[in-house]
């Protein structure tokens, strides 16, 4: 199968980067554009009361979603110096909501042929309680998933 457009979601954790090395070697396999996802959770502000603290937090995530998505724009250029990687179309993308929402989304609007996604990312407490985001993700989208441990 010929993959044209791969999504990869990430939040910065170890098993995204290791989900990023499988999505970059078939981006260039397949000469596929790679989207790399980094979605700013607000939901779990929405409820503090002061608004200078939510601003900060915010910013703190906003910042630790930058840094997820240069580690990920650096393993593909350390990639193609080490490896024979072809080059490909690398889009990095930010977005705000609920993650696995906005994965589904983002999957959908962009039409992608695959999401190649970490088993498991930062947040185990949350995960534990509200159910992983990769679990959500393999199950509602309309393309298949890569999961990777």
Excluded: W
Excluded at 5 to 19: E, F
Excluded at 83 to 89: A, E, V, Y
Excluded at 107 to 117: G, R, S, T, W
Excluded at 126 to 133: A, N, Q
């Amino acid at each position: 199968m010929m993959y044209k457009k791969i999504l990869l979601p990430t939040d910065g954790s170890k098993c995204a980067g290791k989900a990023a090395k499988h999505a970059i070697l078939l981006a260039s396999q397949n000469n596929a554009e790679l989207i790399v996802l980094n979605v700013l959770e607000t939901r779990s502000l929405a409820g503090l009361p002061v608004e200078e603290f939510n601003r900060k937090i915010n910013e703190i995530f906003r910042q630790e979603g930058i840094h997820a998505l240069e580690q990920i724009s650096k393993m593909h250029k350390d990639l193609s110096r080490e490896k024979d990687i072809r080059s490909f179309k690398l889009t990095l993308k930010t977005e705000e909501g609920h993650p696995a929402d906005m994965i589904l989304l983002t999957a959908e609007k962009e039409n992608v042929d695959l999401v190649v996604i970490g088993a498991s990312g930062k947040h185990s407490v949350e995960r534990f309680i509200l159910g992983s985001i990769a679990e959500k993700v393999v199950r509602h989208a309309k393309c298949p998933v890569l999961t990777v441990h």
